[in-house]
């Protein structure tokens, strides 16, 4: 049984990613830690509870930080609205975050827990930032981690280089391939630009939303705005970043490549601030050309037939 911690910007796909591991029969959410990103994590921690309610979960969960460590806060509710649901009308929940703080939850769960836990990453790595700043063992006591951030071939979202994760807490992703990275296993990357080589069709999102239970419903409710506006816009296919990363965590067998770089996040320039710069090139008995031994696992293809089963499944 995977014991799993989620960290969560939730977020419309967060939110679909964490109803795949409350539904998945082999997973235990031990914990969910959360972080301003998306939306401010005041709003976060309002979401987060009516997802445990939609799925009568019991699952611990940690208000973490409210702003990034350096980088002057950047928003993505322009996609999740300003309640990060989409502006739905899902009813409050009375559940109550736990009194500890994220970072302090993570370095105790993991202490208490030495190399029984997963971790995912689904935004900005503020509180694993902070968390590995406190404590320099954490690496070493985890069984796992796997992020959803980053762009691999300077195909951004949240700027033309950029990925929302990376662009809103660069430094922090930069102290995250630090010390996560140092040895191998390497934390295990979905980013930008592998979400959109595993989308999702309109005809496929239309059922998933018509199963006629709660979650489809849910699903629905906290997407059906953005998903009008992009289809609008002529878009012709549903990018699920958060749902990717979740479906590798949950079922590692899905991942049909990947390759180990050497990465670093751009934390200058004009253009390219928070643009993650992978080195592709020939590495000679595991060295980059550069003396850097990798730091990064870069997933790069996964089965969308079992991806498919599992959003299926989370919401049957
Ligand atoms: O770029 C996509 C990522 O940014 C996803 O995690 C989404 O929820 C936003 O946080
Ligand atoms: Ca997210």
């Given at each position: 049984m995977r014991k799993l911690i989620i960290d969560t910007d939730a977020g419309?796909?967060?939110?679909?990613?964490?109803?795949?591991?409350?539904?998945?029969?082999?997973?235990?959410?031990?914990?969910?830690t959360m972080v301003t990103g998306n939306v401010h994590v005041t709003e976060v921690t309002k979401n987060v509870p009516r997802i445990l309610d939609l799925c009568d979960a019991d699952v611990p969960h940690y208000v973490g930080a409210e702003l990034p460590l350096v980088a002057p806060y950047v928003d993505a509710a322009h996609v999740h609205g300003d309640d990060g649901f989409g502006?739905?009308?899902?009813?409050?929940?009375?559940?109550?975050?736990?009194?500890?703080?994220?970072?302090?939850?993570?370095?105790?769960?993991?202490?208490?827990?030495?190399?029984?836990?997963?971790?995912?990453?689904l935004g900005p790595l503020t509180n694993l930032a902070l968390a590995v700043r406190l404590d320099p063992t954490l690496p070493d006591k985890i069984k796992r981690l796997v992020i959803m951030g980053g762009t691999i071939g300077a195909h951004g979202n949240a700027t033309a280089?950029?990925?929302?994760?990376?662009?809103?807490?660069?430094?922090?992703?930069q102290i995250v391939l630090d010390t996560f990275g140092k040895s191998a296993p390497y934390p295990e990357l979905?980013?930008?630009?592998?979400?959109l080589a595993h989308c999702?069709?309109?005809d496929w999102y239309e059922a998933w939303c018509n199963h006629?239970?709660?979650?489809s419903e849910f699903v629905h409710k906290i997407s059906e705005r953005f998903v009008a506006r992009i289809r609008e816009r002529g878009v012709t296919k549903y990018a699920l970043p958060d749902p990717l990363a979740m479906a590798i965590t949950l079922e590692?067998?899905?991942?049909?490549?990947?390759?180990?770089?050497?990465?670093a996040m751009e934390l200058g320039?004009?253009?390219a601030r928070g643009q993650l710069m992978v080195d592709y090139r020939d590495m000679i008995d595991g060295v980059t050309r550069d003396g850097h031994f990798p730091n990064m696992t870069v997933v790069t293809q996964i089965n969308m037939d079992g991806f498919q089963q599992l959003l299926d499944d989370a919401v049957k």
């Open positions: 419309v796909d967060d939110s679909q990613a964490i109803l795949m591991a409350l539904t998945h029969p082999n997973t235990i959410v031990s914990a969910i502006g739905a009308d899902i009813p409050q929940s009375t559940r109550q975050p736990e009194d500890e703080h994220a970072v302090n939850a993570l370095i105790r769960l993991i202490n208490e827990n030495p190399n029984e836990y997963e971790i995912l990453a280089l950029a990925e929302y994760n990376f662009y809103a807490d660069p430094e922090a992703v979905i980013s930008w630009e592998t979400t999702m069709s309109w006629g239970t709660d979650r590692p067998d899905l991942i049909e490549k990947s390759d180990d770089y050497y990465t320039g004009t253009y």
